[in-house]
């Protein structure tokens, strides 16, 4: 670990210096992403006698042995070529320009990475690189990275809990910089003795992602590539691409994400004057139950879909997801008739880069078809009542989740026990019958029933900073829920 924070600093301290030049964080990292990748190609074909798919005139030899204005056109080449045709490397070098406009800079970025012996390196010390440079670009909240972040111990905690198995397929169609693949395919090399013919279907064929954005999907494939993941299949285990525009025709046993926080799908138009406009859109699939522009019931829909008989899902919504009206009602309806909505866990406010964020996570099991519903209990755990997290003084740790693991009883699901009862009111784990959520006003799921302290105790009342942070999480959850209003009007 001090071994991997030490690179990190360094590399990021060098980042400091091209920020002066203009370049953001983003940028700083993409340009990390082709550098490691072509530097441990290098590795892996002098130190492992591994072949390359690399040109000669494009590999990391090819850099070493020049300086000025020929390193910074013979880069630019390097990243043009490769990201052509089809595979993992076009993925990593999919519209891939230099931001690194001093040659002098980019010289001494390339004799940074060249000092480093990456293949000597453990596989996790690699990855706790290039995370921790995820994580600060993600810190970077001018950048926007945050939304494509979630945090590690949430991100473990539902790992634990779901226990993917060898043999199993992963699918992530939101899946930013890979943070839920990643977790799944460590737990499964950690929890399993895996045969070669396993080990191969964890690293080439178990995982599978959507991402939309060329960046991000660049940053996933990396990420994926320094854990080993990926890296000598025929194909890259990450497409780019809109995954809520079609049905990919595969089916997995395990759907983990979060999606995009955005309410709002939407499709470029091209007017008549060739301007280009953004509108909302309903999407419109058969295999959806309702048709809505509101892109989170959209994701449970789709989640819900891509699943296997039997298969296990969880996903990371907003609050509005639970109560919302109209297309939302209609979707909780038949996701409780036909899944099994088992378990909720209400996230703390203060875990997210993105601001005045309140979430949740949905497990549910797809079933096949029933006259009777499949859901019998939902099983809730508050984590959000009398919690304060913020992103500096006080991060989500993943013992912060161990209760809620402990309660989940991911082993054996029947042996679950509440913590909450009249003589125990301060218990976050409750269980809810079917009739008694279906009697809901518009089948509500956004439930509580802590006492909140800060609201009737003077001695609980948060720090100014945090009083001041809700404050501001409550009014843009409140203009959110007022733009969703808006919107269901102008579709109907």
Known sequence: MNESNTIVQRLWNYCNVLRDDGMSYGDYVEQLTYLLFLKMDHENVTALNKPSAIPSDCNWESLRNRSGD??????????????????????????????????????????????????????????????????????????????YFTPRPLIQAIVEVMRPMPGQTICDPACGTGGFLLAAHEYIARSATLDSEQWWHLNHQALHGWEIVDNTAR?????????????????????????????????????????????????????????????????????????????????????????????????????????????????????????????????????FYAQGVKANVLFFDRKPASESPWTRQLWIYDLRTNQNFTLKTRTLTRSDLDEFVACYKPQN?????????AETPQGRWRVFSYEELIARDKVNLDIFWLRDEAMEDSDHLPEPDALAREILQELESALEQFRGVSAELEDD
């Open 219 to 351: 940053l996933c494939v990396m990420n994926l590539y320094l854990h080993g993941i990926g890296a000598n299949g025929n194909g890259s285990p990450i497409r780019v691409a809109d995954s809520l525009a079609a049905h990919p025709g595969q089916y997995f046993d395990i759907v983990l994400t979060n999606p995009p926080f955005g309410k709002k799908s939407s499709v470029t138009v091209v007017t008549e004057n060739g301007e280009l406009t953004r509108e909302a859109q309903g999407i419109l699939r058969d295999d959806f139950w309702v048709s809505t522009s509101n892109k989170q019931l959209n994701f449970v829909q789709h989640v819900r879909s891509i699943l296997k008989q039997n298969g296990r899902a969880a996903v990371v919504v907003p609050d509005n997801v639970l109560f919302e009206g109209g297309a939302g009602e209609t979707l909780r309806r038949r996701l409780l008739h036909e899944c099994d909505v088992h378990t909720l866990l209400r996230l703390p406010t203060g875990i």
């Open 70 to 147: 020929e390193l910074e056109a013979h880069y630019r080449h390097i990243l043009v070529t490769l990201g052509q045709g089809s595979g993992l490397i076009p993925v990593i070098f999919r519209k891939a320009q230099n931001r690194i406009q001093d040659p002098a800079k980019l010289q001494r970025l390339i004799e940074l990475i060249d000092s480093e012996t990456w293949i000597g390196m453990d596989i996790d010390v690699k990855g706790e690189i290039y995370e921790g440079l995820l994580e600060k670009n993600a810190q970077d909240t001018k950048s926007g990275a945050g939304q």
């Open 413 to 421: 699901r029947s042996e679950r026990q509440p913590t909450w009862s």
